[in-house]
């Protein structure tokens, strides 16, 4: 226990660089992160203070790198961190964090607190303080090659199912394709009708694609759990496979946190660049929509509105692709309140969906989108991150919201498609 407790001590002190340094000193205490919070704004409760989810690495940053600190030591002022002080922050930091940058958007002084949060939870993982589920998941990637358990089986169904349903080839493990094809785990295990869409559109759109029985999942759970180490090798799974084939795009699916992963962590994670570049799906359709190449007919009248998932656009930049699909066919499309970059977190990402003993407090953080929903009542919610589709299905159902579909936005565009 000693030797796990004084792991995670040391991993937490690695993370500990100057752009931390610099956020720790120039917090003016103003509390401002705390209104930015779903979980401090459904509860009240001062602990779920962005900034203070941080309090242990504050502790060590000051005890350890500050002239005070140091000297606070000498004269035996400190109080050294201990492993029921991690067993204290492992739910603030888990349970109460969907790393969703609402909060890093709203500090007067820049201060990137959703990145600490990240850094923290190497510490808090490395000591053994994660919740037992995301542990389960980095195991389950590393002997099974899947967080969720998804072997390719899953993947062989979900490819016959597109086929029965379209007539369309599934082009797996095609060589010299341009794109390369991934899934989210969510995507493989709950929604199948994506590749059925994929298939539709990128026909129309003269797309040369593949999907790879080596890597066709893009989950990458090593973020979510602060483990660089497991989110590097879900990184270099797919990247290997992609330059084996040579593809010259690799399509980022309807998934928050791999696109943050695969897009702007990655390289970093394998310590090289790519031979390859990431494109999101929505960027995709956008651009082939702009090239003429995406053509959809008829209109759809429903009250539609559109959720922004916190990784995607917050984090990501993806705002107007979606935008300008729905608007060619959405005849009664609808912004929520605080649509976009400040828009409210489904309260499932970061791994606290995964997480069971997170559920409860989940559920009450939900009440920000609940809010934004009721205030529009559409008749369907549609988005762009599968995990925020299930998550809201979940809410929805649980608050008994039955008259609202949700939808993945590449599955609608699908539906519109002129296939003539
Ligand atoms: S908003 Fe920024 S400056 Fe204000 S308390 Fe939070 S981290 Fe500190
Ligand atoms: S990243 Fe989001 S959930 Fe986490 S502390 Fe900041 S506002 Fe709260």
Not at 41 to 53: F, L, R
Not at 202 to 223: H, M, P, R, Y
Not at 264 to 276: H, V
Not at 371 to 388: I, N, R
Request: glycine share 8%; proline share 4%.
């Amino acid at each position: 226990m000693k030797a796990t407790f004084e792991r995670g001590l040391n991993a937490l002190r690695e993370q500990i660089d100057a752009p931390v340094a610099s956020f720790f000193n120039s917090c003016v205490h103003c509390g401002i992160c705390a209104d930015a919070c779903l979980f401090y704004q459904e509860t009240g409760d001062p602990q779920y203070t962005p900034i203070h989810k941080l309090e242990l690495m504050r502790r060590l940053w000051s005890q350890e790198f500050t002239l005070f600190g140091k000297l606070g030591g000498m004269l035996g002022l400190n109080k050294p961190l201990t492993d029921d002080d991690f067993t204290k922050w492992e739910t603030l930091v888990y349970d109460s964090c969907t790393m969703c940058g609402r909060c890093t958007l709203s500090c007067p002084v820049g201060n990137d607190i959703t990145s600490m949060i990240r850094k923290m939870r190497e510490g808090m993982s490395a000591s053994g303080h994660a919740p037992k589920e995301l542990i389960g998941a980095a195991k389950r990637h590393c002997e099974l090659g899947s967080p969720m358990g998804n072997m390719l089986p899953a993947l062989q169904a979900q490819v016959r199912h597109s086929v029965e349903q379209t007539g369309i080839e599934c082009h797996c493990d095609k060589e010299d394709a341009e794109y390369l094809v991934i899934l989210s785990a969510q995507e493989v295990a709950e929604f199948p009708d994506i590749l059925v869409a994929y298939a539709k559109i990128f026909k129309q759109a003269g797309i040369d694609w593949t999907i790879s029985s080596e890597a066709f999942e893009a989950t990458n759970v090593g973020l979510q759990m602060g483990n660089s180490d497991v989110a590097r090798e879900c990184v270099l799974t797919i990247a290997n496979v992609a330059e084996k084939i040579g593809v010259k795009y690799v399509i980022s699916p309807e998934c928050g946190h791999a696109y943050q992963a695969l897009r702007w962590e990655g390289p970093n994670l394998i310590g090289r660049p790519y031979k390859f570049e990431v494109i999101h799906i929505m960027e995709l359709l956008d651009k082939l929509r702009a090239e003429g190449r995406l053509k959809t007919k008829g209109t759809n009248s429903e009250k539609i509105t559109f959720h922004d998932p916190c990784q995607l656009n917050r984090r990501g930049g993806i705002h107007n692709e979606p935008r300008n699909l729905l608007n060619m066919f959405a005849d009664n499309f609808i912004e929520t309140d605080n649509a976009g970059a400040y828009n409210w977190c489904c309260g499932g990402g970061g791994g606290v969906g995964a997480n069971e003993r997170a559920e409860e407090l989940r559920g009450k953080a939900f009440g920000r989108k609940k809010a934004q929903l009721e205030k529009v009542q559409p008749e369907k919610v549609t988005t762009m991150c599968a995990y925020c589709h299930h998550i809201m299905e979940d809410e929805l159902d649980k608050n008994e919201m039955y008259d609202i579909e949700v939808q993945s936005i590449t599955e609608l565009v699908a539906e519109y498609l002129d296939e003539s």
